[in-house]
Every structure is written in C-alpha cells, then in structure tokens.
C-alpha cells in the first residue's frame, strides 16, 4: 500500500507540471524513472516514449507503463489516475472561468513568456533522447526521412512511426 502511494505522489507531481505537451517532462520523466527509481532502463523508457505516440495523450501513457513495471496493474491505474488528476481539475476549474481569463493581460504575458522555455524543454529533450538513440547511419537516415515527411507531406505521424520501426528492422 505505502509502494501505491509513493507511486501516487510521483505521477500527482509530475502532473501538477504537465503542461506545454508532454514532450517538455521527457527530460525530467527520464531522470525520474530510469535515473532515480529505475523502474524503467533506458532501453524500456525509448522504446516507452517511441510506443507511446501511437496512443492518445502519449506521454501519459507511459505513466501507464511505468506503473505497471513499479507495481503491476495496480501500479498502471494509479500511474494514469494520477498524473490525469492535476489537468482535470485544472481543466474544470479554468473552463468555469475561461472568458474571464482569456482577457486579462497578466494570463496572456505569462502564456507568451512559457512559449520559449517549452521550445527549449522541448530541444532539451530531442537532444538527450538524440544521444542516446541515434548509433549509427541507419538512426540519422531515419531521422530524417521521418522528419522530412512529417514536414512536407500530410502522412499521419502514426504512419511515420510504423513505417520508421519498419525501416529499423530491416536495417
């Protein structure tokens, strides 16, 4: 039960910061669960994040997995209930309130002022996941075919990530 818990408080605080997407935690996901409680190895939380984008709210999702490598099917639930918990109540709270909200300048600056810090996170993040999986050619061949489609073509990022796993097993 005290295991359920500390698994709860973990995946409240990281949902208390979920905003600006969930690619701007990867940097402190990774520290959390492979670094600090090594409830995943590096390996399980790439291939976490990499499986993840194929779900809805990815990033979420592999607070699913990771509570139910920390503790089971019990550990999911807990990982998914409470790292949605934060946002919920958030989301229902400043929806009462949106109109009001949306026109009061403070709430615009800080909006604008988030911006450039979640680009950075977001660079952050592609850097550390960069050095960790791009090895050899075949990694930066795919790298940038998978951009170059996702940036000129209208295919569906799900049929990038298919067609990339693809292209990594017959490499």
Not at 59 to 65: C, D
């Amino acid at each position: 039960m005290l295991k359920m818990a500390h698994l709860a408080w973990i995946f409240l605080k990281i949902g208390m910061i979920f905003f600006g997407g969930g690619y701007v935690l990867i940097p402190l996901l990774h520290r959390i669960m492979v670094d600090e409680y090594r409830w995943l190895t590096l390996k399980e939380f790439l291939d976490g994040v990499a499986l993840s984008q194929l779900t809805p709210g990815p990033l979420a999702m592999l607070a699913t997995f990771t509570g139910f490598k920390a503790g089971g099917l019990a550990g999911a639930l807990v990982g998914t209930v409470f790292i949605y918990l934060p946002c919920t109540v958030l989301m229902l709270f400043i929806s009462r309130y949106y109109a009001k909200f949306s026109s009061m300048e403070i709430i615009r600056g800080t909006l604008d002022g988030l911006l450039p810090a979640v680009v950075g996170l977001v660079a952050g993040a592609a850097y550390n996941l960069g050095k960790t999986s791009l090895v050899t050619p075949a990694d930066f061949m795919i790298l940038a075919a998978g951009f170059a489609v996702l940036q000129f073509t209208r295919i569906s990022p799900m049929l990038v990530i298919l067609g990339a796993g693809g292209m990594g097993m017959l490499l």
